[in-house]
């Protein structure tokens, strides 16, 4: 890797999911991206949502709940399970930065499941040297998250889940920036949600699902008073399933999520103040300020806001429920991020295991997108079935 100095590594690690700078001209058709701390909790861990257009909040449940929507671990129908993903992130800038996720879930009883969860990412070694060019030393910069979470039902069709999530993200090993001492940044977050599933009627099933993640305290990397928000986020999602007969099944899911951090505003040239605000809204508030505010403090308006909708859509087909064949879509406004992109995968269960994979592919044919090529490889474990077939031998 090229020799990085820390301010572009800090500006890189913060706009991971944003590709282009904000910038302010005249009238509300400007760029004005919303840039969090740790974007690194919101990439998608597992193959099989990252193959139907990152949906989730309402799809079946599965072992990777957790992350999308923790109510759902009530309506897990095996005892318990385990799972692994990888995913090389950002490849065809880097050839070393990945996500990994581990996870695995036990069924308390009929109503009631936990789950935890490691997510770890790695950004390779980055070799820092100070504003002279001089060699400072060589770091491995890494972030990681320990999730548990529970789910449980209210009754047959409706259930609730909580998940605790802590956060830690070394990014410069100590190093000095401008004089200024740096440090590993800690967070703590939850996630709140809800989860409904009609009974199949006439081989026909609905679910919708809501689920408010990283709801937490902010983070910062020095002692600087000023911190940064935690990509809170809003997700809502319906799905519909049908039986098409004893072998085949469809289902097709859509998801709309909005980030609950403050949008930045549209200052003059004399400061970054909240005097210096000419429109928008100061986005130097605390947390739960900040859920509420970020619902209406757009500089453009409403129609800023609607702009920072983004959309997922997938569909997940499955032969005698051992073969599956998914697609999707993932827009995102070019005001807001520009990120838009086709998602494929498949999935093979077999009785013990699961092997899930996923491919990215741009729908920006005039930008040069970082996330083309994305694969996720997901391997799932049936721990019940394995117990079940390790006792018949």
């Known amino acids: 890797m090229n020799k990085l100095s820390l301010t572009v590594i800090f500006g890189f690690l913060l706009t991971q999911f944003v590709f282009s700078q904000t910038s302010f001209g005249e009238g509300f058709d400007d760029l004005n991206t919303i840039t969090t701390a740790v974007p690194f909790v919101t990439i998608t861990p597992d193959s099989r949502a990252g193959s139907m257009g990152e949906v989730g909040a309402a799809t079946s449940a599965d072992i990777f709940s957790l992350h999308w929507n ?12 385990l799972a692994i993903s990888y995913t090389p992130w950002l490849a065809n800038l880097v050839p070393d930065i990945a996500l990994a996720y581990l996870t695995g ?4 009883n009929d109503n009631s499941a936990w789950s935890a969860a490691l997510r770890y990412f790695s950004l390779g070694s980055i070799i820092f040297t100070d504003e002279t060019g001089a060699h400072l030393g060589v770091y491995e910069p890494n972030e990681y998250t320990f999730d548990f979470g529970y789910g449980m039902k209210f009754n047959n069709n409706i259930s609730g889940g909580v998940a605790m999530r802590y956060i830690y993200s070394n990014l410069t090993g100590g190093q000095d920036v401008q004089g200024l001492a740096t440090e590993a940044g800690t967070a703590f977050a939850v996630d709140l949600s809800t989860y ?13 699902g809501i689920n408010i993640s990283n709801i937490g305290t902010k983070i910062s990397y020095t002692e600087d008073p000023d911190r940064d928000f935690l990509p809170a986020n809003l997700k809502v999602g319906g799905r519909y399933s049908r039986k098409i007969d004893e072998y085949n099944t469809f289902s097709i899911a859509m998801d709309i999520n909005k980030l609950l951090v403050p949008t930045p505003p549209v200052y003059d040239t004399l400061g970054t103040g909240p005097e210096n605000i000419v429109l928008g809204q100061d986005p ?10 970020s619902f209406g403090d757009a500089p453009g308006g409403l ?17 005698n429920n051992q073969f599956a064949f998914r697609g999707g879509y993932f827009h995102e406004h070019e005001k807001k991020g520009n990120r838009k992109y086709f998602t494929l995968g498949a999935g093979l269960k077999m009785n013990v295991f699961a092997i899930d994979f996923a491919y990215l592919i741009t729908a920006n044919s ?15 474990f049936d721990i019940g079935a394995f117990k079940s077939t390790a006792g018949d031998s």
Request: charged letters at 25%; glycine letters at 4%.
């Open 70 to 81: 923790p109510a759902k671990l009530a309506f897990l129908d095996k005892k318990s399970g």
């Open 105 to 108: 879930y036990n069924k308390i």
């Open 196 to 208: 409904y599933e009609s009974d199949f009627f006439d081989n026909n099933q609905w679910a919708a």
């Open 284 to 293: 130097n508030v605390s947390v739960i300020s900040g859920l509420f505010q």
């Open 303 to 319: 129609q800023e806001e609607w702009r920072e909708l983004m959309y997922s859509l997938g569909f997940e087909y499955w032969y």
């Open 366 to 380: 005039d930008v040069k997108s970082p996330l083309e090529n994305t694969m996720r490889f997901s391997l799932i």
